[in-house]
């Protein structure tokens, strides 16, 4: 195989590495079409786990899933002031359909608030209407120029929750309850932290009143904006004429909410914990969590090997986990290909655990059982195979967790810091700064010019300093907030 | 509510009866873009369990799924000739990106053939990697110019399986596996009974080999095209290089099949099983199994009702059922509504058990069971009602399926008719006619022009008639092979 030499280290190219990294795992590949990529299998089983997550804590919140239209008539888009200048510039445009011109040109969503709040207004009559839940599983387009497989791309694949409410404090509840939901998943899921809090107005939503974001530190000390939940206030809802007959008389216009996480989140997995050899998929996440490799000389022992590593497999397969259901175990068993070989290709794409058993382990009755996040080694007895693996993984699952964040704060400053400093810091290997913000859009936009650096968010209460920075970091006037700056995708 | 007055009947005006249950039922709803749909909640939550049953069928038998850009360049589509030929005209085509006029246009994907065979072009280098068992859920979209709700829309949601593999017999056999695990699914999932053939080459999809199909019986007496499989042969291969190093030397064509069911499910369910009060799901792709509807008269006989239906309802959802999983309950506990008004509403929505409870009830110890499907009450015990529930529910799942049985073949004809006989067949109630066809592409067009039937499938052995008919139902030659007659969808 090509792909047989080593992957570029993230020391020395984390750009080439990731490239790599996510082409030799399988998780994606070029498309013939410019900037728009193909989610192969191995990508697709990641985000199909998180699908499931999400979707399960949406309903669980009360969401309900729908599906509206992948095209939005151009003058929908134009309703909506600020909304159409921050996405027209980056629409598809169908002028054809059925061989002749279409009167009015149809946009490839980019987003879909404008066509779901226009039939809202439809549904929508009295205050018993809302909240009005909802959320929509689909793909949109933006033509984006420069592209990365799963982080950017023309197309890309994601959830968009749409959400009406009959008052300002409504709303507010909940793009703040799903910003939430958003940070319980990255981190209890993913094994990724995150810092939330809100974005700053040059950051904000095209359309929204405020936007709130979680993100998240890739081992290159970058920024990952992961999700974002917007509280939308009254702009769609006057925009769309979506209003409700209100419980003390009266008509009054909704107010909405809109949130949305898409298949970057597979990019940023990739980024937050793989390793000079491969991807690492925490548990919850892993299409397999355990891949049995047999070891054998010769064909009687090869026999004698897959039969107890398919016994093994059953076993391991039939065992009653509690949560989150049946183990997921895969038995590599390939012939003429050597276990080191298997080795080497399942921690490339990153399988939590591999169990591997020979004659002489066999003899023994235990397995040895290897860890894909720290390669420790160890041998297990076949009598009490199925609770050290499900402890082992929620253990991994744990682990992933407490080593990213770790990480993350040893790339976080939040001491007093001089903007020379800073510049050099950006320039140099990146990090989470927290300093303070005198508020002023000029200071924003300088910094983001001179240094590249973006202000993330204005963090949550829990993320912010034990002492609150007093001056603002470009031009020491007194700081009105603590920002976190960093370099971001 | 502006929906309080009946459904139009399906004896009186089907065509009618169908949108209005569609609307009413709040499958659906029209958008504001020509031909395509809004999917609503009660539509979707239908579709999810839909694919979520066909996803574990496509599972078991070594499918993993992947996801392929949505737009494809205007040449792709050229390369197979047939297939252009089919396809061209009803594209949408993308002629403008990020403010600028593209190059080359791109279509709209209606079907992934050309996009996903020129990426396994890339990946196939050997037998080895053969087969290659794909499949997608996406969105595609057809410009169609008379579109239905759920029937024929622009844009629809979707599988496309595609495979690849080293010989004929090998795509043969996975065409026509595909094909089984769609009628599996329909019977077993739908209780929508199909018969299954294959197509003659004027019905076939553009650029297969050979087209397979599940064709079901509306209440109309229409057929309904429930789902195809295609052996491509390799036309595909072909055109976009797709070649492997065989086992014993020399480089050859990969063969090719794919096959897709859509949206379009949900029409046929409807189609199927609605009656003149509403529609009616089958247990196992009901969102909600049952539904409970406490009975009382004052506020006193509120809260006692209440709690009961809430005891009952959490031990109903905690109920340990085997298979499929847990009970899936609603407790219809709104307020300032009359029972009566629920039950219309849960009926309109074909939710397929209700429960009620009333004072009196309780000091029974019993509920009233409702069955959906024939509307039977029987009081049971709350003691064993977990039990009584999943036993009812199985039930109705396997009556819904004796009943569409019965009513298709109720409206089959196997006997000799005349052509005359036929056409006023047509003309009137229609049915599914199983007939003598002597093969010539010139009846099967007369008999499509004068009668508006067309031969939905040449059915496979198992549905063929027990004495073979001899002469052709329109010209009168010997009949070279039995054809199923119908109008359709």
């Known amino acids: ?25 399988a998780l994606a590949d070029y498309s013939p079409v410019r900037g728009c ?24 919140t009360g969401h309900r899933n729908a599906y509206f239209p992948l095209f939005i008539p151009e003058s929908f888009l134009h309703k909506e002031a600020q909304h159409v200048e921050g996405f027209a510039p980056e629409t598809a445009v169908v002028t054809h359909g059925g061989g002749k011109k279409l009167e009015e040109p149809l946009i490839v ?69 799903m ?4 940070s319980d998943f990255m981190e209890g899921w993913m094994a990724m932290p995150v810092v939330t809090g809100q974005k700053t107005d040059a950051e904000r939503f095209a359309g929204a009143l405020r936007t709130y ?32 007959q209100a419980e003390h008389g009266g008509q009054e216009y909704a107010w909405n909410t809109s949130w949305g996480v898409s298949t970057r989140l597979v990019g940023g997995l990739v980024m937050t914990h793989g390793d000079d050899v491969g991807i690492r ?18 064909d009687d022992e090869r026999e004698r090997m897959l039969e107890a590593a398919d016994r093994i497999m059953r076993a391991l397969a039939d065992w009653e986990r509690r949560d989150p259901g049946r183990l997921r175990v895969h038995l590599d068993d390939r012939d003429g290909m050597k276990p080191g070989a298997k080795y080497y290709e399942w921690e490339l794409q990153g399988v939590p655990l591999r169990l591997e058993i020979g004659p002489r382990d066999l003899e023994k009755n235990q397995a040895i059982l290897v860890r894909r996040d720290t390669r420790e080694k160890r041998p297990v007895s076949l009598n009490t195979l199925g609770e050290d693996v499900a402890d082992l993984l929620t253990r991994i699952q744990e682990d992933m967790l407490i080593a990213a964040r770790e990480r993350r704060e040893e790339h976080s400053m939040r001491h007093r810091i001089s903007y020379d400093d800073f510049r050099a810091l950006m320039d140099g290997e990146g990090a989470f700064v927290y300093a303070g913000w005198c508020g002023s859009p000029e200071c924003e936009a300088q910094i983001k010019e001179e240094t590249k650096a973006t202000i993330r968010v204005l963090p949550d209460e829990e993320f912010r300093s034990a002492e609150t920075p007093s001056t603002c970091l470009k031009c020491g006037r007194p700081a009105t907030a603590e920002a976190l700056w960093a370099k971001a995708y």
Not at 13 to 24: G, M
Not at 37 to 60: C, H, S, T
Not at 215 to 241: I, P, R, V
């Open 1 to 25: 195989m090509a792909d047989d030499k080593k992957l570029t280290t993230r020391a020395a190219d984390f750009s080439a590495w990731y490239n790599e990294v996510v082409l030799r795992a």
């Open 37 to 60: 990529m193909v989610i192969r299998p191995n990508g697709y089983g990641i985000w199909e786990r998180m699908q499931r997550a999400l979707d399960d804590m949406f309903k669980a």
């Open 109 to 177: 969503r980019p987003t879909s608030e404008t066509i779901i709040y226009s039939m809202f207004a439809k549904w929508v009559q009295s205050y018993r209407d809302l909240p009005l839940l909802i959320n929509q599983w689909a793909n949109v387009v933006r033509w984006e120029m420069r592209t990365r497989l799963f982080l950017r791309t023309l197309e890309f694949l994601w959830q968009e929750g749409h959400t009406a409410h009959a008052t300002y404090d409504d709303a507010e509840e909940e793009a703040r309850r």
């Open 179 to 182: 910003l939430g939901v958003y």
């Open 213 to 244: 974001s979680c993100e998240a530190m890739m081992q290159d000390n970058k920024a990952l904006q992961a999700g974002t939940s917007h509280n939308l206030g009254q702009n769609f809802a006057k925009a769309f004429d979506l209003k409700f």
């Open 281 to 298: 998929i925490p548990p919850l996440l892993a299409p397999i969590e355990l891949v049995i490799v047999p070891i054998y000389r010769s």
